[in-house]
């Protein structure tokens, strides 16, 4: 049962523009989310999280908005650069859960495109 | 680099047999998280351990088990192996398990079962 679904596989971008990555969630227990980027033979890097008492986080070109009532979070990248060309994972985690126990999305791949 | 370190990168093995997988965590990580990549479930949570005790699991097979050692490291065993375990094993740590605290994924370990 996929709690996180990213469903949008993948997402083709220009260089300098705004990308925009979303992620909806079915279970209203999440109570903090994690955007993850992962380029081929690496593991996932951690982006940006945001608390589910928050609705907006930001951190240099990285912003997360999230959508309590439509369960629905959403990445944005300002500008868009060759370099976030990779896979990005929404992930979640439960209030009831150990930290660190996530359920990630599918994920999207970016390609950024001169 | 993460500072997470997965060895071996690439194991070839039969089934029928046992692997071992090795996770070094970050320097000072207390907690460890053992996550599977397969191409058709996406990221799934293993197990963690938190100061060489279990604290949650996920939905690991019988025929798996994972242990971290006094220096926190960490061991997965994999045993009986079938081809559908072919996977990438990821193994990810944090400073601690209070929410919100980064969780750090080393490079992982490719596991192809023939």
Redesign the interface.
């Known amino acids: 049962d996929q709690q996180v679904k990213q469903n949008s596989p993948s997402l083709s971008v220009q260089e300098g523009r705004i990308s925009i990555l979303n992620c909806d969630y079915t279970n209203s227990m999440f109570d903090y989310f994690l955007w993850y980027k992962k380029y081929p033979a690496e593991g996932p890097t951690f982006l940006i999280s945001i608390s589910s008492i928050k609705d907006k986080n930001e951190d240099g070109r990285f912003t997360v908005f999230l959508n309590k009532s439509a369960k629905h979070l959403s990445l944005h990248i300002v500008p868009s650069q060759p370099g976030d060309s990779a896979v990005y994972f929404c992930a979640a985690s439960l209030a009831t859960d150990s930290w660190g126990k996530l359920q990630f999305g599918a994920g999207t791949q970016v390609v950024v495109t001169p | 680099d993460?500072g997470?370190t997965q060895t071996p990168k690439h194991l070839i093995t039969a089934t029928g047999q046992r692997v071992t997988l090795r996770c070094s965590p970050r320097s000072g990580d207390l907690?460890v998280?053992w996550y599977q990549q397969s191409l058709d479930q996406?990221?799934?949570?293993l197990i963690?351990y938190?100061n060489g005790e279990e604290?949650?699991k996920?939905n690991i097979l019988e025929r798996f088990s994972a242990q971290q050692f006094p220096d926190l490291h960490s061991e997965l065993n994999l045993s009986s192996l079938e081809l559908g375990d072919s996977a990438l094993y990821?193994c990810?740590s944090?400073r601690t398990?209070?929410?919100?605290?980064?969780?750090?994924?080393?490079?992982?370990s490719w596991l192809t079962v023939v």
């Open positions: 993460s997470v907690s998280y996406g990221l799934q949570f963690q938190y604290r949650a996920g990821f990810a944090a398990d209070v929410s919100g605290n980064t969780i750090y994924f080393g490079e992982g």
